[in-house]
């Protein structure tokens, strides 16, 4: 019986996410895969039997450690506006980080190789930020004329629209104007507002 070797499979995963971001899920095959990790061919289905099987598992590690960082820090926050700011910090900041991941999550997700189980992963991995929401509005902070899906959805785009331009260079964003961009979405939410 052959042992994984983690180093391959994690220069395997990379080379993924590389080449996703350049050709796209549809574009992206184990040759160029093994090509741009540095091995054989052979090798890669070693570990992987085909390109779906590493796309879903790439997706599901990926969807984890995403929505890890999402929540760090928020319990450690005094009040309901500062956890949910460190929230919005936190996805912001990590698309920004991990920019190739997040584009290949949002591809993955949207397309056909995504499976039953994996979406029902990824209303789970919300969960804990919509529970936040409905604690908003149960705490009389938020408006309660908007559902809290719509109110996760808005931020969503925002940081998503907020982190490419980041990215691209078209707008630099400091931690001044995260702030900002988080006190604009608040302002659209908050009760009262």
Known sequence: MRIRDEDKIKRIYKAAICLISEVGIAGLTMAKLAKEAKLATGTVYIYFKSKEVLINKLFTKLQQEAAERFMQGMEKQSNFKQQLCRVFLNYLNHRIKYHDESVFLEQYYRSPYITKDQLQLTQALKQPVLDLFHQ???????????????MFLMFLGFIRELAGEHVLGFYVLDEKKKLEAFERSWELIEKGG
């Open 136 to 150: 908003g509005q149960d705490n009389d902070e938020l408006r309660c004329d908007m559902d809290v899906h719509m």
